[in-house]
């Protein structure tokens, strides 16, 4: 009996700090992803979708290309992400999604993925207070800006 209530304060506890965190940096999702395509989803079922990569925007030492195919799982036991309407899913529409690789798995970095709407991408930075609404050519532009900004020279 005292496992499980030990077990049910370290899981409130957790959910209570997550849910505290609140939404994250425009810095920490696009720092922390491993990849980041123009992509469109090709099936999908309760617990994974697939997707074809249409363009690599970014990517960080993954040796992901231009046409291949990755499965990415949901987080959290969910059947599509927030982020993810299952209508999406199901027209299998084309995006622009922030991935990381972890123990052999691909996930939606902070389950931000952005669908096409009338040729324009929109994902929105709570914290920053605002949102950066563009093509995926213009996205491709500002992230080249922003990566070869942050890039580490040979002295780190």
């Given amino acids: 009996m005292k496992k499980k209530i030990i077990l049910l304060i370290i899981v409130c506890s957790s959910i209570y700090s997550f849910a505290e965190r609140g939404p994250y940096e425009m810095e920490e999702l696009l720092l922390e992803t491993d990849l980041i395509a123009h992509v469109k989803i090709t099936s999908h079922t309760d617990s994974n979708f697939s997707i074809r990569i249409i363009d690599v925007i970014h990517n960080h030492h993954t040796g992901i290309k231009t046409g291949d195919y990755l499965k990415v799982l949901n987080d959290f036991f969910v059947v ?77």
């Fill in 80 to 156: 599509c992400p927030v982020s993810v309407p299952r209508i999406y899913a199901e027209e299998k529409r084309e995006a622009l999604a922030f991935l990381s690789y972890w123990k052999g798995n691909w996930y939606l970095t902070q389950g931000e993925i952005g669908f096409i709407d009338k040729g324009k991408v929109r994902i929105q930075f709570y914290e920053e207070g605002f949102e950066y609404n563009a093509s995926i050519a213009d996205w491709k532009s500002e992230l080249d800006i922003y990566y070869e900004h942050f890039r580490l020279d040979e002295t780190g």
